[in-house]
Every structure is written in structure tokens, then in C-alpha cells.
């Protein structure tokens, strides 16, 4: 079977979150702000879809992110943050699944941006992104997750006590609940993608990178 074999499928959040909670190394969606989901399928038994592959896109978990990728227009600036499809899938099957869904972000939205984070903690380098013409922005500094019973949070979980699980974690934490504990972590590679030429030439006038 050939990658473009596969249906690419705009759909809605509920509909990936199992699948990613089962086949992405996280095992959780907690805490992002998704906009936009997507899922793979081929067929299934009985002639129906199974999804194979999930990615979902959201507004990027540091509010200076944005600023910084797409420093003309912030709010057009989108993070894939999370993309798994099953292990037996065919060679290229992500690359196809990626480009299929910057070409549906190019035509239906007003995104001008996407950047992506190889995780090195998980052994990431980020070869698919380079399959996708991805450019390679160098890396992160160093940072530090919050483990929350087993699980990675973003370190300024604690800090979003507008929301019921902020102020619950920020209560534990307080409280020295040993299960709520940060860790540092490796940095990660970052990739940029452009959508249109001319906010690239724009942006890369700025020299902001260097």
C-alpha cells in the first residue's frame, strides 16, 4: 500500500485525543490550546475508516514564541504539537501526513507560520521535519517539565491558576505533594515552516535568528 493510499481528514479534537493518548510518547494532551486536529485513515473492516495517524495544531505554550517565529503578525503563527501514527505504516506515511495538513492550514486559514520542537529527552532529531522542508532553527535552551503523577506538564502549569487543574496543581505543589515534582530536560532542536514566501523574506529581513 502506497502513502497516498491514505485519507487525510480534517477533524475535531475529541476524535484524536484517544489516539494520541495511546500512540504518542506524552500520553496526554493536557494543557494545549488546540485549534486545528487532523487525522489519518485508511480502510478498515467492513469498508469503514481506521485512523492510523493523528496531529493536532495549536497556539505555541510560550507567549513569546509566537512573537518570535512570526514577529509581523504573532497571531498567525501556529505549533504542531502533537503528531504519531501507528508503528507499521509505510515509509514517508508522516511526511505525507505533515504536508497534506500545511497545505490545509495555507488554504483555510490565515497561518503564516508553523514551528515544530524535536524533543532530544525522546531521542527526536527531527528528520521528518526536514523531510517537510522544515528549516532548522538550532535549539532551545535548556528547560524543565512539571511530572505530575507520572505525567509531563508544562513547566507554567503551576502559573495558570485561572483554570480549575492550575490552581489544583499549584495547591499540591504548595502542599509538597510528592508526586508533582519538575525535572530538567535536554534541549530541543526547533523547526520553522513558512507558508508564503513573501512573510519569509520579511521575516528573515528582520535577521531576528542570528
Known sequence: MSVTDFAVEYTNRKAVKGFIEKHHYSQSINGIQSYHHFGLYTDGNFGLPKMIGAML???????ATAKKYNPIHPNRCMELRRLCCIDDTPTNTESYFIAKTLNWLKHNTDTEVVVSFADQHHNHAGIIYKA???????????????????????????????????????????????????????????????????????????DLYK
Do not use: C, W
Not at 532551545?140 to 513547566?155: C, F, N, Q
Not at 487543574?165 to 519538575?182: A, C, H, Q, T, V
Not at 525535572?183 to 512573510?199: A, G, T
Open 57 to 63: 495544531y495549536g497556539i505555541p505554550s510560550m507567549p
Open 132 to 206: 517537510t522542508n522544515f528549516e532548522y532553527l538550532g535549539e532551545t535552551a535548556r528547560a524543565r517539565v512539571l511530572m505530575v503523577d507520572g505525567e509531563e506538564y508544562h513547566s507554567r502549569s503551576l502559573n495558570q491558576t485561572a483554570r480549575p487543574y492550575g490552581r489544583e496543581l499549584k495547591r499540591r505543589y504548595d502542599e509538597g505533594d510528592e508526586n508533582i515534582f519538575f525535572v530538567s530536560r535536554k534541549p530541543k532542536h526547533i523547526y520553522v515552516y513558512y507558508l508564503n514566501k513573501k512573510i519569509k523574506r520579511q521575516i528573515k529581513k528582520l
